[in-house]
Each structure stands twice: as structure tokens, then as C-alpha cells.
């Protein structure tokens, strides 16, 4: 078992880090369990460190469907940042119509705006490991969040579709999104080259990308994304 003893953040990403330690806040964890431990189980469940993966893809390249898939296995706790903008557009908050029209347009909320939704549900998990969908979508994004965390990413997963896949998967996803219109998609794959590829060619030079071949069925696809975090010797959920 687990319990939350303090709630500093500085700490928990400074080793990460030379950006800025002092910027964000985090729970950390210590264990009061009085079972003996299992030597398997203590690589990253002890640690008090976030496990952030960043979940990269064009619209459509199936990075909700495939977060499902690992929050199911690996027990992650899975955060779209669009998810979180459409609901802050429900809600609506005051930058709700602000919001609404740039997802209409197919291009990107003001970073300290998106990251602001992200870090707020990270503070209110109890979890450690993170799944953060969608973002970064630019450079800007990335380097907010690096900044703002004092933090980079642990793994960066990107999911490589043909635009005329993806066109097809979101024409006919069938969630009602104002986004999920050829308009819109077209607009959306121009800001995927332009704004998302950077992000991606970013972490391909520093190491940290794990390429995914987004074709063929969500098992298949799934069979190329397990490896990438069994590596990590997280306890599973399920195998
Ligand atoms: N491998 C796949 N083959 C066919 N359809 C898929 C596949 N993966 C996801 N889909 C479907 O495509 C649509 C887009 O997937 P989604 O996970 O929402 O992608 P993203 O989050 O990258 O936009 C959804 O309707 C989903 O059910
Ligand atoms: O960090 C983000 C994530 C999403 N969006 C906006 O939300 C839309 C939908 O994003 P989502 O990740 O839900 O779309 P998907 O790629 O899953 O189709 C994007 O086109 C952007 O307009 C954004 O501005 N910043
Ligand atoms: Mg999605």
C-alpha cells in the first residue's frame, strides 16, 4: 500500500532536470506495507519520480485506442489533452469558446493553458505513471511543459499512419466531434507536419522515441507497444 506523505515536486523531478526544479508540485509516496517485498516489484513502484510517456501521432493514428490497451496492462493513468480541453469547453469555462474554435480550426490551445489541465489532474492521481495523449503538439507545447515541469519525458511513443488512414479512421470515429470533418482533418494534417513532426524529430534525436507501425489491427499494433513497457519492469496489471 501506499500513502501520500508530502507534496513537493521540486524534489521528485530534480534529477531529471536542469530546467526548473521549483516550478511544479507532485505527491510523493512512500510504502507502509508490512508484507515482505517482492524484489520484482521495486524498480518503479518505490520510485518517487513520475513516469511520463508522451502518446504522439496524426489524428486518427489511434493513440486513444492503443492508451487504452496499456492502461489496461501496465495500470497508467491515461490523460488526452484534447479530451481535457473538450471538457473544459463543456464546462463552460471562460476560455471554453476560445477553445471550441481553435479545435475547429485544427490548431493548437495556448500551451500554458493545456499543460495547466495536465498538471492539475496529475496532482489529483494518486498514480504514478502517466500517459499524456496528444501533447506535446509542438515544439512550443514541449518546451512549456519541460520548463514548466522542470521535467522531460521517460518514453515517447509515436504512432506512424498514412494520412489517407487516418482520414478514413476519424471520418468515421462517430463521436460527435466539431473536429471530425474533412475541413477540419485537412487543416489538422498541415499542423501535424508542420508543428507535431518537430516534436517527434526531437525526441527521435535524443533517444527517447519508440516508432510504432500505426497499420493493421489494434492487437497487432498492441503486440509492438507491450515490449516497450514490459522493458521497464513496471508491476502489471494484467499480462
Ligand atoms: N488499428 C486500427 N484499425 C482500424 N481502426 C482503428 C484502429 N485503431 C483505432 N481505430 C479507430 O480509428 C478511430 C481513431 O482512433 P483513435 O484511437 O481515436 O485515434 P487518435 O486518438 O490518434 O485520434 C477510432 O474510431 C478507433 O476506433
Ligand atoms: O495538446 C493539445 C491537444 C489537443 N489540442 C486540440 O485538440 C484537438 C483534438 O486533439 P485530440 O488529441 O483529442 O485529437 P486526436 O489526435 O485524438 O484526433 C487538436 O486538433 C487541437 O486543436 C491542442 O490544442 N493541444
Ligand atoms: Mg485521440
Not at 116 to 129: T, W
Not at 153 to 172: I, S, T, Y
Request: hydrophobic fraction near 35%; proline fraction near 4%; glycine fraction near 6%.
Amino acid at each position: 500500500m501506499w500513502r501520500r506523505v508530502t507534496s513537493v515536486s521540486h524534489l521528485t523531478f530534480a534529477h531529471k532536470s536542469t530546467v526548473n526544479k521549483n516550478a511544479c508540485t507532485f505527491k510523493c509516496w512512500e510504502s507502509f506495507t508490512t508484507e515482505i517485498p517482492r524484489k520484482e516489484k521495486t524498480t518503479y513502484q518505490r520510485a518517487k519520480t513520475p513516469f511520463i510517456t508522451f502518446v504522439l501521432g496524426g489524428p486518427g493514428s489511434g493513440k486513444g485506442t492503443q492508451c487504452m490497451k496499456i492502461v489496461e496492462n501496465f495500470g497508467f493513468t491515461h490523460l488526452s489533452a484534447g479530451e481535457l480541453l473538450r471538457r473544459e469547453i463543456a464546462s463552460n469555462s471562460a476560455d471554453g469558446i476560445m477553445i471550441l474554435n481553435t479545435i475547429k480550426e485544427g490548431k493548437i490551445v495556448p500551451s500554458e493553458l493545456t499543460i495547466k489541465l495536465i498538471q492539475k489532474e496529475m496532482e489529483l492521481s494518486d498514480n504514478y505513471k502517466f500517459l499524456i495523449d496528444g501533447f506535446p503538439r509542438s515544439e512550443d507545447n514541449r518546451k512549456a511543459f519541460e520548463q514548466i515541469f522542470g521535467a522531460e519525458p521517460d518514453v515517447v511513443l509515436f504512432f506512424d499512419c498514412p494520412e489517407d488512414e487516418m482520414v478514413k479512421r476519424v471520418l468515421n470515429r462517430n463521436q460527435g466531434r466539431v473536429d471530425d470533418n474533412i475541413d477540419t482533418i485537412k487543416k489538422r494534417l498541415k499542423v501535424f507536419t508542420a508543428l507535431n513532426l518537430p516534436v517527434v524529430n526531437h525526441y527521435l534525436e535524443k533517444g527517447k522515441l519508440y516508432k510504432i507501425n500505426g497499420v493493421g489491427t489494434v492487437d497487432e499494433i498492441y503486440k509492438q507497444v507491450h515490449p516497450v513497457f514490459s522493458s521497464f519492469h513496471f508491476e502489471q496489471v494484467r499480462v
